[in-house]
């Protein structure tokens, strides 16, 4: 049975490690360490950053997980909040706020971009996700304890008709954007390494 380390104090993010990386027999350790995030929109980067500290704290081989929100026709600033959904969006702004500001724009359209690095203490790999949607209109707080982020209220996938957090698992899971997933590719290349 192979291992890997994942160094984050997201649970919604162990939880779904843990869920993709069972499928290949691959046991999942998490670790909550502090990890010093760079200050540069680039989801790729601060993910190469996060995986090489978190080597260092370990000396095992890791992962890391970055993930950014996308809002394509945000008012004066098209693509934001990028790389810094929390601090930027989230904590600054909120999800009441957002809706405020979003009110009277028509296209909705955002996206979830994911990268995940692993490091094995050699080389650096990246892995890719990318999930399409909508910014709803009305927040919708279901009853989902594996989120990783309150976006989820406000995000409805593409050619699904709920938000993130009303879906039940199976029905994120299976969803028709869910192809492109940064932990499910790297599940299967490592059980294959």
């Given at each position: 049975?192979?291992?890997?380390?994942?160094?984050?104090?997201?649970?919604?993010?162990?939880?779904?490690?843990?869920?993709?990386?069972?499928?290949?027999?691959?046991?999942?350790?998490?670790?909550?360490?502090?990890?010093?995030?760079?200050?540069?929109?680039?989801?790729?980067?601060?993910?190469?950053?996060?995986?090489?500290?978190?080597?260092?704290?370990v000396n095992k081989p890791c992962i890391a997980l970055d993930a950014g929100f996308y809002i394509n026709n945000y008012p004066n600033n098209p693509g934001f909040p990028g790389a810094f959904p929390k601090r930027e969006l989230l904590n600054k702004i909120g999800?009441?706020?957002?809706?405020?500001?979003?009110?009277?724009?028509?296209?909705?359209?955002?996206?979830?971009?994911?990268?995940?690095?692993?490091?094995?203490?050699?080389?650096?790999?990246?892995?890719?996700?990318?999930?399409?949607?909508?910014?709803?209109?009305?927040?919708?707080?279901?009853?989902?304890?594996?989120?990783?982020?309150?976006?989820?209220?406000?995000?409805?996938?593409?050619?699904?008709?709920?938000?993130?957090?009303?879906?039940?698992?199976?029905?994120?899971?299976?969803?028709?954007?869910?192809?492109?997933?940064?932990?499910?590719?790297?599940?299967?290349?490592?059980?294959?390494?």
């Amino acid at each position: 049975m192979k291992e890997i380390v994942f160094v984050t104090g997201n649970k919604g993010k162990q939880a779904e490690a843990q869920k993709w990386l069972d499928r290949n027999n691959i046991v999942v350790s998490c670790y909550d360490y502090d990890i010093y995030e760079p200050d540069v929109n680039d989801i790729e980067f601060i993910a190469k950053t996060k995986v090489l500290q978190a080597y260092e704290k370990v000396n095992k081989p890791c992962i890391a997980l970055d993930a950014g929100f996308y809002i394509n026709n945000y008012p004066n600033n098209p693509g934001f909040p990028g790389a810094f959904p929390k601090r930027e969006l989230l904590n600054k702004i909120g999800i009441d706020g957002l809706l405020g500001i979003m009110k009277d724009v028509e296209d909705r359209s955002c996206y979830f971009k994911e990268c995940l690095a692993y490091y094995d203490g050699k080389d650096i790999s990246y892995f890719y996700g990318v999930s399409k949607g909508e910014v709803v209109k009305e927040k919708v707080i279901g009853d989902n304890t594996k989120k990783w982020s309150e976006l989820w209220y406000i995000f409805r996938p593409d050619n699904c008709n709920k938000t993130l957090s009303e879906m039940t698992e199976e029905e994120r899971e299976n969803r028709p954007d869910n192809h492109t997933n940064a932990l499910k590719e790297f599940s299967e290349w490592f059980y294959k390494k």
